[in-house]
């Protein structure tokens, strides 16, 4: 699947469905989990549109 834009939210902002740069976490597809440089458990979600 091709994403047309890849955001990168902490786990707190994914389940509080926080918008990041226009973006809503749960219109998304989560592609990764990961732990980010400042030690957050972060998610990878991509949007087609």
């Known amino acids: ?8 939210f ?5 389940n ?3 918008e990041k740069d226009g973006y809503l976490p749960q219109n998304g597809t ?3 989990a990961f732990v980010g440089s400042n030690g957050m458990n972060c998610l990878a979600v991509g949007y087609v549109k």
């Open 1 to 8: 699947m091709k994403f047309k834009c890849i955001v990168i």
């Open 30 to 32: 989560v592609i990764n």
């Open 16 to 18: 509080e469905n926080k």
């Open 10 to 14: 902490t786990v707190k902002d994914y």
